[in-house]
């Protein structure tokens, strides 16, 4: 009986796996999610109507009155709505990320390798870019996406 039972949990494991990784292969048009796997992620949606804008930036931390700096090289980035937004980001210095909590953008930004982000602007609005590690955003790392009609 104690066999019969591994044996079924061993083929419920399976199946759910199998059903797990079905769901995860549908791309819902209207999201945003992540396309590639590896150091270099790719975040992208397939309604994009616009021109791709392109992006590069540093993102590193210094000290500053004995204090950490950390910061992205670039403070704004504008496009338009429907562009499609591609911004190569390199780590010279610290651990860091980078987020835009409205458009589901969540990325780590491993240090010395490029990492690029892509995503569809498709909203109206000035939006906050940022890494989430611990006291970063509240010491100056972050910038603004503005997206215009």
């Given at each position: 009986?104690?066999r019969k039972?591994?044996m079924l949990?061993?083929?419920?494991v399976?199946?759910?796996s199998?059903?797990?990784?079905?769901?995860?292969?549908?791309h819902d048009?209207?999201?945003t999610?992540p396309?590639?796997t590896?150091?270099?992620t790719t975040?992208?949606t397939t309604?994009a109507?616009?021109?791709?804008?392109?992006?590069a930036?540093q993102?590193?931390?210094?000290?500053?009155n004995g204090?950490?700096a950390p910061?992205y090289?670039?403070?704004?980035m504008t496009?338009?709505?429907?562009?499609i937004?591609?911004?190569?980001?390199t780590?010279t210095?610290?651990?860091?990320?980078?987020?835009i909590?409205?458009?589901?953008?969540?990325?780590?930004?491993?240090?010395n390798?490029?990492t690029v982000v892509e995503?569809?602007a498709d909203?109206?609005?000035?939006?906050i870019?940022y890494?989430?590690m611990?006291?970063?955003r509240?010491?100056?790392h972050?910038?603004?996406?503005?997206v215009?009609e």
């Amino acid at each position: 009986m104690n066999r019969k039972n591994v044996m079924l949990g061993v083929v419920m494991v399976s199946a759910l796996s199998v059903l797990a990784l079905a769901g995860c292969s549908k791309h819902d048009a209207n999201q945003t999610t992540p396309l590639s796997t590896g150091m270099n992620t790719t975040n992208f949606t397939t309604n994009a109507t616009g021109t791709i804008k392109e992006f590069a930036m540093q993102s590193y931390s210094n000290m500053v009155n004995g204090k950490p700096a950390p910061r992205y090289s670039l403070q704004e980035m504008t496009v338009k709505k429907w562009d499609i937004v591609k911004v190569k980001i390199t780590v010279t210095k610290g651990m860091h990320n980078f987020n835009i909590d409205e458009f589901n953008v969540h990325f780590a930004t491993p240090i010395n390798q490029e990492t690029v982000v892509e995503f569809v602007a498709d909203k109206v609005g000035k939006f906050i870019y940022y890494c989430s590690m611990p006291g970063h955003r509240a010491n100056g790392h972050w910038g603004t996406l503005t997206v215009t009609e």
